[in-house]
């Protein structure tokens, strides 16, 4: 469905492919109410969640939050879900994008309690929310607590602000039977707010003051009261994750500190500029996929940056004339960068949000993304260097500003040395961070000399590397670490001391 040179498909070509799927591809469309998405797309699995997912997912920004004058959001969602597109993408801090979402999910027949609800057609969508509140219950200081909702919202109160725009009255009720399949903590970028999430996941208190997001919103996965805060056992949410832009490490440190798999999706920005910043790709995306988490790749076009837009955020309040209406460009084909992102190893599906959809397919956002998006299988090396190539020619590269600057090769972390009995000595240290290549191996050295390997594997816990060396004699040594990635390069750790046995 994608055109060799990933230009734009004609309508003949679009038509053709897709005649097969049953699937209405002109024109904005009528709602289809009572039919049953369209098959035939292609779909993986999102991870443990065990839900496939067409390769495109929705975004729930661009002109669903933003929206231009001349543009109905409306038409848009609803012909993403007549042309079978089954993940949607929305959050509490979208402005309008719940609502829009929801006078289309009203009409498509997938909102419970109307008399046209198919209940058939809402389990094979899935419809994902976030929110960017910390705390279950109460503030935390000098943390983010912002939301478009009321002043002093928690996330749970998202929850229910969700379900009320997404499939009840906007206004606060919500039917019985209504669920979201994933709710996320959205945009965690500090330490300190995985501190937060994290407070009272294990024995929650239902009478304290404060209790962080991830306690909460597991009580209303699981339909249980553990914090308090759901009398009515009610089970709103299938599935929880996280997402980020900004910091690698600290979506790392969110994961690996998950000891009960609570976590079952990632959304994370990935596209063909990544590895010229700190790269996701090789450092917590390998780690989520470990885990058997779901990943969601976002900012394919770097939020619009590839073509035009400036390089930074457009806020909550938004200009709409700053969304991109355009389907790539000659020098750049947007399906080259669709076909990058979902070439990356574990993304599922990447969600893009539509400026416009038309009836003539080759200028129509959606048409020209969902076909880009029907890949039989990953790039090769060759090709992803080549589109990164392609990529690096606009602003030198420089369109990721949601993410963190490149860095050089990390050394490994905090490592530590420690006689064991019999004269051994036990190194550890936790994971090193990944530059623009993944990391092969780990050299122990001992007195400037080297007396081991130990392979990189992604750290999906608190527990990180070891390796037992066994000296000849019980003198004194002094040890240290080094990092080598799959391009040779290495980083050393300081060296340290084992004191003689």
């Known amino acids: 469905m994608r055109r060799r040179d990933g230009g734009p498909v ?3 070509a679009f038509v053709r492919a897709v005649g097969a799927m049953g699937v209405a591809c002109s024109g904005f469309p009528q709602i289809i109410r009572g039919a049953p998405p369209a098959k035939g797309l292609a779909t993986r699995v999102l991870g443990k969640t065990g839900f496939e997912v067409t390769t495109l997912g929705l975004g729930g920004q661009a002109s669903l939050q933003w929206t231009p004058p001349d543009v109905d959001p409306v038409p848009i969602i609803a012909k993403a879900a007549n042309l079978g597109v089954t993940y949607f993408d929305t959050s509490n801090a979208y402005g309008p994008s719940q609502q829009n979402f929801g006078k289309a999910f009203a009409a498509l027949g997938l909102a419970p309690g ?12 899935f419809v994902a929310s976030k929110t ?9 200081p000098g943390i983010r607590n912002s939301s478009d909702g009321p002043p002093g919202s928690t996330a749970v109160d998202d929850v229910r602000r969700t379900l009320s725009q997404l499939f009840g009255d906007g206004m606060g009720g919500y039917p019985e039977g209504a669920y979201v399949d994933l709710f996320q903590i959205h945009n965690l970028t500090k330490s300190e707010e995985v501190d937060a999430i994290y407070e009272g996941l294990d024995g929650p208190d239902p009478k304290v003051d404060r209790i962080g997001a991830l306690a909460a919103l597991l009580d209303f ?3 249980t009261n553990r914090t308090g805060l759901n009398p009515r056992e009610e089970r709103l949410i299938r ?6 832009h900004l910091s690698s490490p600290v979506l790392m440190d969110c994961i690996q500190r998950d000891t009960r798999g609570i976590l079952e999706t990632l959304l994370v920005a990935v596209n063909a500029n990544d590895r010229l910043h700190m790269s996701h790709q090789h450092n917590v995306i390998p780690v989520a996929l470990a885990k058997g988490m779901g990943i969601i790749g976002m900012k394919v076009f770097a939020d619009g940056a590839m073509y035009g837009r400036e390089p930074r955020w457009n806020g909550f309040g938004g200009n709409p004339s700053e969304v991109i209406r355009t389907v790539g460009s ?7 960068l669709i076909h990058y992102t979902l ?3 574990g993304i599922a599906t990447s969600i893009i949000g539509i400026g416009q959809i038309s009836e003539e397919p080759g200028r129509c956002q959606l048409v020209q993304n969902l076909a880009a998006s029907q890949v039989a299988g990953p790039a090769g090396s060759g090709a992803m ?3 990164e190539a392609l990529a690096a020619t606009v602003r030198q590269g420089q369109t990721n500003w949601f993410q963190l600057p490149k860095e050089p090769l990390g050394a490994p972390r905090d490592v530590a040395v420690a006689r064991q009995g019999g004269g051994a000595v036990r190194l550890t240290w936790q994971t090193a961070y990944a530059a623009d290549e993944p990391i092969s191996h780990y050299v122990v050295y001992r007195d400037g000399a080297e007396v081991g390997r130990v392979p990189h594997a992604p750290q999906t816990g608190r527990a990180g590397f070891a390796f037992e060396d066994r000296p000849a004699d019980r003198a004194g040594h002094r040890y240290g670490v080094a990092t080598v990635d799959a391009a040779g390069k290495s980083a050393a750790s300081g060296s340290l001391l084992a004191e003689p046995a």
């Open 385 to 387: 260097r080549e589109i």
């Open 343 to 345: 070439s990356v190893p």
């Open 239 to 244: 599935h929880l994750g996280i997402t980020g």
């Open 221 to 223: 996965r699981d339909g």
């Open 114 to 125: 109307r008399g046209n609800y198919d209940e058939r057609k809402r389990r094979a969508v």
């Open 10 to 12: 004609t309508r003949r």
């Open 330 to 336: 000659a020098s750049l084909p947007s399906a080259r």
């Open 132 to 140: 960017m509140l910390r705390s279950g219950r109460g503030v935390y």
